[in-house]
Nanobody, 116 residues
Framework: QVQLVESGGGLVQPGESLRLSCATSGSIFSIYVMGWYRQAPGKTRELVATITSGGSTNYADSVKGRFTISRDNAKNTVYLQMNSLKPEDTAVYYC??????????WGQGTQVTVSS
């Protein structure tokens, strides 16, 4: 059973930083594209960032220059460093593992709240 275990969410003020982590099993980490998505109340889930097994990254325009996705292959963990957080970044953040046509996996989600 593949599990994605997220951690690192919380409540911060605008302009502050948070780092999210997502740990998974080695059986998928080395071959899957890992990503972070988010879902704000009343909105659809949206892509935040992805990283391939080779380290190529992709970001939503709304987070470019503020968020950085990275992966530690030795720890089977993907990170999302979020700087200069804004109230509109408030959402539940989900870790995702994808490699079409293989099954896609999701984490349970972690809440990020940006508020003064």
């Amino acid at each position: 059973q593949v599990q994605l275990v997220e951690s690192g969410g919380g409540l911060v003020q605008p302009g502050e930083s948070l780092r999210l982590s997502c740990a998974t099993s080695g059986s998928i980490f080395s071959i899957y594209v890992m990503g972070w998505y988010r879902q704000a109340p009343g909105k659809t889930r949206e892509l935040v960032a992805t990283i391939t097994s080779g380290g190529s990254t992709n970001y939503a325009d709304s987070v470019k220059g503020r968020f950085t996705i990275s992966r530690d292959n030795a720890k089977n963990t993907v990170y999302l460093q979020m700087n200069s957080l804004k109230p509109e970044d408030t959402a539940v953040y989900y870790c995702n593992a994808r490699r079409i046509p293989l099954p896609t996996y999701w984490g349970q989600g972690t809440q990020v709240t940006v508020s003064s």
